[in-house]
């Protein structure tokens, strides 16, 4: 299981919803210049694996791979899944 793996290389993550249609996870990520952890979130739909989680920044931030106004991130990872 992927997500196992997941919760392996960040411990704090939890499920934070499941329903029929996909599991959304709430995953901190620590950064060096934060003392707090940055939270995503990394929805898993129905058609995963064969179709992309989706990962949402729960935070105000800029970066290039993440979209402005949604925080969604669109960079490579997402972007050449298959």
Known sequence: MQINNVMKAFPGTELARKDASRQEYKVPIKLNVSKQPLYIKVILGQGFPSICAQVVVMAR??????????????????????
């Open 61 to 82: 931030v800029t970066h290039s791979y993440v979209e402005s106004g949604t925080y969604n991130y669109r960079g490579p990872a997402l972007a050449n899944w298959n």
